[in-house]
């Protein structure tokens, strides 16, 4: 059964610098989604993202977040100058197309850590 | 935009018993309830869902149930093994498709 994917599993990273966290969602699916999750928290929204575009944004997802579909695999969540709060864990999602969108399937999740 | 409620934020139950789990909304107009299943250090893994047109949904030993009126929708665990211990969500879309507002979580732990 496919699955979404996501590298790295955990990344390591200095409070300041830039991280891009990586994801291959379903290959038929058309909608886009980053979550994150702080340890032991519920899991917040980001951003969706359809046709190349963002559709919608939480007030988490502020001028040092982005999004890109560099290519037609993978989905990229870009932090500019990262945080001690960004510390999380970040989930990619993914769902198939209009008459389903609220489907939606996760991936494995990438460990931020912010030091 | 939604919010969404989570009770109890911890449930232990014997084995075989059933488990209740119950998530209120404040959007009227939200149409789709999801529940997803995390296992400790794993991805939320969605189990079951159900849509506004139908008051319950069934899989093997997992129901959901929808009270619209009320705003509430309810997961239903029956004959609970030791593999249905993990963290249980709810969550409910904004009025933006595929902007989902979680609850908070339930911890379920089942004792052999």
């Known amino acids: 059964e496919p699955e979404v994917t996501q590298t790295p599993s955990h990344q390591v990273t200095q409070m300041g610098q830039e991280v891009i966290l990586r994801c291959v969602p379903i290959?038929?699916?058309?909608?886009f989604y980053w979550y994150r999750q702080i340890l032991g928290q519920k899991v917040e929204f980001l951003v969706s993202?359809?046709?190349?575009?963002?559709?919608?944004k939480s007030e988490i997802f502020d001028d040092q977040f982005s999004v890109e579909r560099p290519d037609g695999s993978n989905f990229t969540l870009k932090i500019r100058s990262t945080k001690l709060e960004d510390s999380a864990m970040y989930f990619c999602?993914?769902?198939?197309?209009?008459?389903?969108?609220?489907?939606?399937?996760f991936g494995p999740g990438t460990r931020l850590t912010v030091t | 935009g939604e919010n969404v409620e989570q009770h109890p934020s911890t449930l232990s139950v014997q084995e075989g018993d059933s488990a209740v789990i119950k998530c209120t909304y404040s959007?009227?107009?939200?149409?789709?309830f999801p529940w997803y299943k995390q296992e400790l250090g794993k991805r939320p893994q969605l189990i079951i869902d159900i849509r506004s047109n139908v008051g319950e949904k069934k899989d093997q030993r997992i129901a959901v149930t929808l009270n619209k009126t009320a705003k509430h929708f309810s997961l239903h665990i029956t004959e609970t093994q030791p593999e249905d211990s993990a963290v249980y969500f709810c969550?409910?879309?904004?009025?933006?498709?595929?902007?989902?507002?979680f609850g908070a979580g339930t911890q379920v732990v089942v004792t052999p």
């Open positions: 290959s038929n699916h058309l909608y």
């Open positions: 959007d009227s107009a939200s149409n789709y």
């Open positions: 993202f359809y046709n190349n575009e963002i559709s919608e």
């Open positions: 999602a993914s769902s198939e197309d209009s008459s389903r969108p609220y489907e939606q399937y």
């Open positions: 969550a409910a879309p904004t009025d933006s498709w595929g902007k989902f507002q």
